[in-house]
């Protein structure tokens, strides 16, 4: 697909596409015995906040402004992850529509006191809407993903969008058929 192409997708806007790394962003924080659950490991809800912090951050770098979390979904916890544990979280635009954005997050943990390498604990995609000063959806700039794993995961994120929608859809078609059969739930 040519840059040319990414555009035409953004609806027409014809707003300059932006590569990958230009809004690229990982957050780092060390747990602490603050942020555990009954079980003594970390809190999902801790890195769910994480997760949203630094997508929220790659999507208002890419689009210029505001951005608002719209879903979130296949939040994944591969690891529990634990007190003293250093998690970096790192996150990049996979997809652009006109207004969304899909962010793809990886989370990672080390002990903050040892040398050997971050595992994987951790994965979601979120998409996020550009909105205006009135909160309305706003175009965005193009994503334009610059090594072969930007562009498998550019495709992926076209996988995951067609069936958002698909699913949005049919739910949408379930209730409607409902109510006209007489249903009041
Ligand atoms: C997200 C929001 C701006 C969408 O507004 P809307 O009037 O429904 O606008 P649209 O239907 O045109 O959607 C805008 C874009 O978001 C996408 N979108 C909207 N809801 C979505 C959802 N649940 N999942 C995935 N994408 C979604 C649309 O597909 C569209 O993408 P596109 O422009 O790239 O084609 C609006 O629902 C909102 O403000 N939600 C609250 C967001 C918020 O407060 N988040 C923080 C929660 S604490």
């Known amino acids: 697909m040519t840059t040319h192409d990414r555009t035409a997708e953004s609806g027409g806007a014809g707003?300059?596409?932006k590569p990958t790394s230009a809004s690229r962003t990982t957050l780092s924080h060390i747990m602490t015995s603050n942020e555990t659950n009954l079980l003594g490991t970390v809190h999902g809800g801790v890195i769910?906040?994480?997760?949203?912090?630094?997508a929220g951050a790659v999507a208002g770098r890419h689009s210029g402004g505001p951005a608002v979390t719209a879903s979130m979904d296949e939040m994944a916890f591969l690891e529990p992850v634990r007190v003293g544990d250093l998690v970096h979280v790192k996150a990049q635009v996979n997809w652009t529509g006109r207004s969304s954005m899909e962010i793809g997050v990886r989370v990672l943990a080390e002990r903050w006191n040892e040398s050997r390498p971050a595992t994987q604990v951790g994965s979601a995609y979120l998409v996020f809407a550009a909105v205006d000063e009135e909160g309305k959806p706003r175009p965005v700039p193009p994503v334009i993903p610059e090594t072969d794993r930007d562009r498998r995961r550019y495709q992926e994120a076209q996988i995951r969008r067609t069936h958002r929608l698909a699913r949005r859809r049919a739910i949408m078609e379930l209730r409607q058929n409902r109510a006209a059969e007489g249903y009041d739930d």
């Open 15 to 17: 707003i300059p596409g």
């Open 48 to 54: 769910m906040k994480l997760v949203d912090d630094v």
